[in-house]
């Protein structure tokens, strides 16, 4: 994420940049996806095997008890689902293809990192059961973040470089500095604290030359960033002589930042850098190039978006979202993070990204088991009325009832095009769907999963959901699920009522001390897995199958208003 080379160039000048901070009593604004991506990696969690949900959630109600206990109140904000513009397509597609070599890592024993498939929705169910406030943006939220922070002058948390360059009024704390586990008490008192470092942007500055802040920007986008990556730049910087100055720059990685920044601190503001930039470049490129640039620099600028307002009175204006003419209820659910960024994608772009797991890449990727689930979801969101007013959106949805997936073929990715399952305008309209009666949501919800109602009768609430799922994973023809695959599967679902039963206080002293030799015995067998072991990809990719059915039932659910009961995930 962000500028690259630009984040271990500032840290490895930190007693320039980095003032040490002892966090306690102020309000903190999260980027969600950096935390979430933070503690998944950095907590020695087992991410070979797609899951270790439950060791995630503890280390994440971990994290915000620390907060808690320095009267640190959280803010997480998350970002939402791709731009409109789709200028980061490329580099969506890039990651992609990262993500499929590291998962083809760790499925034959090397190391690397994928998330896996349900840590997100497993971080907000964690976030709901602490009430940790957050929010999810209608797309990427670092200017939200940057404007809540400085309207509430309070500092960020986050690990992405792009907070070096905004101008944040309270500064912006890295989470690799971010001591949360190194609690440490002020002297003489029982108040706790976090042992921080807050990055300087003025000490940046000072550093070059006090250069105008207003510069960075166009830093940024020179530089390379997410939203930018230009060939023709490279002729600039070919051209022009970038001095280093006399900082010690440690390799090749640095030279750019430190060069780029040296060069840019001779001028007074943006117009003129900018200006100087072009003269490098050839005459018939200028107009386009200044375009673009510009463009990528307002990035850096404070957003519409008031979070403020969300936190206080639950309203959520984004003028993009709201330009679309989409559904209230839907904008609403988004914001409120009770629909994924799946649903938002597929909606504005009529594309979705299907994210790869540890699974057996010489197989059809697991995501294509859970394509008739996709198909129903994409036919609910075509379901739009005519007369919704805005023309864009009228016309998107008149196009044919065709989606794209960016999904993997072997060790590559592709796109995919997919029909969605035309449903009858009434009574599936999108706009009106929350009004449907619970028995049509849930008619639609089982007849898709190919399950019974009088299945489901005697399941427990909670688990209603994931045996509707499991059935129909059993029945679809890519699953080569056997009998002690299933058995293992609803063993696994025992952990959830278990905890429960360990960690409620109503719980009698025989039925309590039963549960808790059942769930210990569990956790003896999954311990017992010998770290290094070679994956057994087809269990693997079987169980990745479930997941995919479970993630495609889970959204389907969200997108009726829940007419089963979302299963708790993090056990």
């Known amino acids: 994420m962000g500028i690259r080379g630009l984040m271990s160039f500032v840290e490895d000048h930190s007693n320039e940049f980095f003032t040490d901070l002892k966090l306690r009593d102020t309000r903190i604004i999260i980027d969600g996806y950096a935390l979430f991506h933070r503690l998944c990696f950095n907590s020695n969690l087992e991410l070979q095997y797609g899951g270790d949900y439950d060791s995630f959630a ?316 996709r198909q129903i979801i994409y036919g609910l969101l075509l379901n739009v009325s005519p007369h919704l007013e805005n023309m864009s959106w009228r016309a998107l949805s008149a196009q044919p009832l065709a989606f794209s997936e960016v999904e993997r073929i072997n060790k590559n990715i592709k796109t995919s095009i997919v029909e969605a399952v035309e449903l009858p305008k009434d009574p599936f309209n999108l706009s009106k769907l929350t009004e449907l009666s619970l028995a049509s949501r849930q008619l639609l919800l089982l007849e898709t999963l190919k399950v019974k109602q009088t299945i489901l009768d005697p399941v427990p609430t909670l688990l209603k959901l994931p045996i509707a799922v499991s059935c129909y994973w059993l029945q679809h023809t890519g699953a080569k699920a056997k009998l002690h695959h299933l058995q293992a599967l609803l063993l696994g679902m025992l952990m959830g009522p278990l905890h429960a039963i360990i960690n409620s206080p109503d719980t009698e002293g025989l039925r309590k001390d039963g549960a808790k030799m059942l769930y210990e015995e569990f956790q003896r067998m999954k311990e017992q897995t010998r770290p290094g072991a070679r994956l057994d990809l087809d269990t693997a990719h079987i169980f990745c199958q479930w997941q995919c059915c479970l993630q495609m039932g889970m959204y389907l659910n969200q997108l009726l208003s829940s007419p089963l009961p979302e299963p708790d995930l993090t056990r």
Not at 109 to 132: A, M, N, S, T
């Open 58 to 373: 503890d280390v994440v109600q971990k994290f915000f008890e620390s907060l808690f206990s320095c009267n640190i109140c959280p803010y997480v904000v998350l970002d939402g689902g791709c731009d409109i513009s789709d200028k980061k397509l490329t580099t969506l597609k890039d990651r992609a293809r990262e993500k499929i070599q590291m998962a083809h890592s760790l499925s034959v024993g090397g190391g690397g990192y994928v998330c896996p498939l349900l840590i997100r929705e497993v971080f907000i169910q964690v976030l709901i059961k602490l009430r940790v406030r957050f929010v999810q943006c209608f797309s990427e939220a670092d200017r939200d973040i940057m404007t809540l922070a400085n309207h509430w002058n309070c500092p960020v948390l986050s690990s992405d470089s792009d907070f070096c360059i905004f101008d944040l009024k309270t500064g912006f704390c890295p989470l690799n500095s971010f001591q949360w586990r190194n609690m440490n008490t002020i002297k003489g008192t029982k108040d706790y604290y976090i042992p921080t470092k807050c990055f300087s942007l003025d000490a940046l500055c000072r550093y070059f030359s006090n250069m105008n802040k207003a510069l960075l920007p166009l830093f940024a986008v020179l530089c390379g960033n997410d939203h930018i990556n230009l060939p023709i730049m490279e002729t600039f910087l070919s051209k022009v002589r970038l001095s280093f100055g006399a900082a010690n720059s440690k390799g090749r990685r640095h030279h750019r930042v430190l060069g780029l920044l040296n060069w840019l601190s001779h001028f007074a503001d943006p117009t003129e850098a900018l200006n100087n930039v072009l003269k490098y470049l050839p005459q018939k490129d200028r107009e386009n190039i200044k375009e673009l640039l510009c463009c990528s620099m307002e990035e850096y600028q404070q957003s519409q978006v008031k979070l403020q307002d969300f936190f206080q009175c639950g309203t959520y204006v984004c003028l993009d979202a709201l330009n679309l003419g989409l559904p209230e209820w839907i904008l609403v659910a988004l914001a409120k993070g009770q629909l994924s960024r799946f649903i938002s994608d597929a909606l504005v772009l009529r594309r979705t990204f299907l994210h790869t797991q540890v699974e057996n890449m010489q197989q059809p990727n697991a995501h294509r088991i859970a394509l008739p689930i």
